[in-house]
C-alpha cells in the first residue's frame, strides 16, 4: 500500500521544526528515523496532511556526559547507541537493551526519540528510561521543558509532549559503585516487539546488600510499567536473602489491565514477565557481586 498524499516538510534547524509544529496544528506529524511511522503511513492506519521530517538536524544527534548523566540526542540512531563506548560505560542498561530492537537494518534508521516518543508499551527503550528516572528535554515556541520519564508515557502510543513540542534529547542517569544491568524478554521472533520483559538495575553496597533497584516491565500494560513494590521488597536485603522468583512473582502481582491478544492471554504474559524479572534480576545482581 502507498501513504495517503501528505505535503513534505524539512526544516533546517530545531527552531524552525518548532515553528512549523505551531503553524500545522493537529495536521503534523514529526518524522525522525520513521521505523514506526512509515510503516502506519504505508498502511494507512495513520493518516497526516504534513510530514515534518527532522532526520537530519545536527542538534538532535550526539551523546555526550553532561552534569552527572548522559545525554542522547533524540535524533541518534539505535545503531550509535549500540556501537558507543560511551553508553556501555555509562548507562550499560541501554546499551544492553539496543541488540533487542528489531535487526540492524531497523536500528540504523531508528532513532532513540522517534522509539521514546513513539510509545510503544512493548518497546525496550521506554522501559530503560522508566527504570532509570531518565528526564526529557522538549522544546516549543514557548522554550524548553524537561518532562520526567514517570510523567512521560501517558497511554497506548502515548506521552505528555504537547502538539506543538518536538522530543530533542534524553538525559540518563549514570549510576556508580558496584552496579549491575540486565534486560531480558520473550518474542516470538528475535526483532519483534516483547511478548514480555523486564528490564533491571542493581547497586549493591560493600555487604552485598541491595542499595538501588530499578525494576521496569514492559508489554505487560498500556505503558512501561515501574516494579515498584519489587524494588523496596529488595532494598537493604542481601543478594542471597532474596529468592529471585519470588521478586519477580511481586513484581506482577498488581498488574491489573494487561493484554490479551493473538501471542497469548494476559495469565500467559503474566508468567512470562514474572519470568523475565527473575531472569533479568539474577543477571544484573551476579554482575553488581562481581564487581
Same mark, same amino acid.
Given at each position: 500500500? =502507498?501513504?495517503?498524499p501528505? #505535503? /513534505?516538510?524539512?526544516?533546517?534547524? @530545531?527552531?524552525e521544526?518548532?515553528e ?8 503534523? =506529524? ?7 511511522l512509515?510503516?502506519?503511513l504505508s ?11 527532522? !532526520?537530519? %538536524? ?13 545525554? @542522547? ?8 547507541? !549500540?556501537?558507543?563506548? #560511551? ?16 535487526h ?7 532513532? @532513540?526519540?522517534?522509539s521514546?516518543?513513539?510509545a510503544?508499551?512493548?518497546?525496550? /527503550?521506554?522501559a ?6 531518565? #528526564?526529557?528535554?522538549? @522544546?516549543s ?30 538525559? %540518563?542517569?549514570?549510576?556508580?559503585g ?6 531480558r #524478554? ?33 508489554? %505487560?500494560?498500556s ?40 501471542h497469548?492471554?494476559?495469565?500467559y ?23
Amino acid at each position: 500500500m =502507498k501513504p495517503a498524499p501528505f #505535503e /513534505y516538510h524539512r526544516p533546517a534547524t @530545531v527552531g524552525e521544526a518548532a515553528e512549523m509544529l505551531v503553524a500545522l496544528g493537529d495536521d503534523a =506529524k514529526v518524522l525522525a528515523g520513521g521505523q514506526s511511522l512509515v510503516p502506519l503511513l504505508s498502511m494507512r492506519l495513520a493518516v497526516v496532511s504534513h510530514l515534518i521530517d527532522i !532526520g537530519r %538536524l545536527d542538534d538532535l544527534t550526539g551523546i555526550e556526559r553532561r552534569d552527572g548523566a548522559l545525554w @542522547v540526542g533524540a535524533g541518534t540512531t539505535e545503531a550509535a547507541v !549500540g556501537s558507543s563506548a #560511551e553508553v556501555a560505560s555509562a548507562v550499560p542498561l541501554l546499551a544492553a537493551a539496543t541488540p533487542f530492537i528489531g535487526h540492524l537494518q531497523i536500528r540504523n534508521r531508528g532513532t @532513540v526519540g522517534g522509539s521514546i516518543a513513539h510509545a510503544d508499551p512493548a518497546a525496550e /527503550y521506554p522501559a530503560v528510561a522508566l527504570a532509570l528516572d531518565a #528526564e526529557m528535554e522538549a @522544546v516549543s515556541h514557548r522554550g524548553p521543558r524537561i518532562i520526567p520519564a514517570a510523567d512521560f508515557f501517558t497511554g497506548l502510543w502515548s506521552t505528555a509532549l504537547d502538539q506543538d513540542e518536538l522530543l530533542v534529547g534524553i538525559r %540518563l542517569p549514570v549510576w556508580t559503585g558496584r552496579s549491575g544491568f540486565a534486560v531480558r #524478554e520473550i518474542a516470538r521472533r528475535h526483532g519483534d516487539f516483547a511478548i514480555a520483559g523486564a528490564a533491571v538495575g542493581v547497586e549493591l553496597d560493600a555487604d552485598d546488600r541491595v542499595r538501588r533497584s530499578a525494576i521496569a516491565l514492559f508489554g %505487560l500494560g498500556s505503558t512501561p510499567l515501574r516494579a515498584t513494590a519489587a524494588e523496596l521488597e529488595a532494598r537493604g536485603r542481601t543478594v542471597a536473602e532474596i529468592s529471585a522468583d519470588e521478586l519477580g512473582r511481586l513484581a506482577v502481582t498488581d498488574l491489573d489491565s494487561v493484554p490479551s491478544d493473538m501471542h497469548g492471554p494476559a495469565t500467559y504474559r503474566t508468567r512470562v514477565g514474572a519470568a523475565m524479572v527473575a531472569r533479568a534480576w539474577t543477571a544484573a545482581s551476579n554482575e553488581a557481586g562481581n564487581g
